[in-house]
């Protein structure tokens, strides 16, 4: 029987390759490591890449073991997901890793300018209802220009056609590169198939392939300077939620 969440809590208590700030915590106490994750936790140099709502954390874990040049650090609020990742890193003695339990509201009070060069998001909730929840949407862009270099890149992979469409237009509207950009990542013809983003396969998105929804992928730059607007497009929804959830909105479209 696996542990309770609890017992999960308590253990990343004593892992010294976690750090937890959920709002009651973030309100009251600076975070000393912002600007010093090199020195301070990783004791190298190398690039820092952030995977946001990292879930349990394969893709944290998985991209950590096939570029050990690199540091990487999975972001997300539910600690009891996070616990297989952070168990899992400390098991394979992986020191290019490391989990932050925090809101991504607030993600910009952890790094320093310049600090990050890479964010990953992968299969975000695509926040149909709310542009401004959507962790690819112009309000978190603006966070996240606060501490990755001038045109980092973010990559996106989902299931979801809207945050997908979404994203596109996103990025064309605010004139930021595309570097790639494919509907079905795993189709025998796409230019990302070799791809990073194809060498990893988390537990669920087995299970949305299995469904037959195709993965979609798409990497841009996202320079610190220049005013970020909102696409003004109305884009069709998405007939779930996620797996196993059927759509709860009543609605076709939206912004």
């Known amino acids: 029987m696996g542990k309770g969440k609890l017992a999960k809590f308590a253990d990343m208590e004593t892992y010294d390759n976690v750090f937890q700030y959920p709002y009651s915590v973030v309100e009251h106490v600076p975070f000393a490591m912002q600007g010093h994750w090199h020195e301070q936790y990783f ?20 991209l950590a073991k096939l570029f050990p040049q690199m540091n990487f650090i999975g972001v997300d609020i539910k600690g009891a997901r996070m616990w297989t990742g952070a168990t899992q890193a400390l098991n394979e003695g992986l020191k290019n890793v490391a989990f932050l339990r925090t809101h991504i509201e607030v993600i910009d009070r952890f790094f320093a300018k310049d600090e990050v060069q890479e964010i990953w998001l992968t299969f975000s909730d695509p926040q149909m209802k709310s542009p ?36 596109t237009l996103m990025a064309e509207h605010n004139h930021l590169p595309i570097v790639e950009r494919t ?20 537990y669920y998105e087995s299970m949305w ?47």
């Open 43 to 62: 004791h190298n140099q190398n690039p820092i890449v952030l995977e946001l709502g990292c879930g349990k954390g394969e893709y944290t874990v998985g």
């Open 132 to 167: 401004r929840k959507r962790l690819s949407s112009t309000y978190f862009l603006e966070r996240y220009r606060r501490f990755l270099i001038d045109g980092g890149i973010i990559h996106l992979k989902t299931d979801s056609n809207f945050l997908f469409t979404y994203t």
């Open 183 to 202: 509907e079905d990542l795993y189709a025998d013809d796409s230019e990302c198939r070799n791809s990073v983003a194809a060498s990893i396969q988390t």
């Open 209 to 255: 392939i299995a469904r037959g929804l195709n993965i979609k992928y798409q990497k841009f730059r996202l320079p610190q300077e220049g005013l970020l607007e909102e696409p003004d497009v109305e884009i069709e929804l998405d007939d779930y939620r996620s797996y196993h959830r059927t759509k709860r909105s009543s609605l076709d479209k939206a912004k």
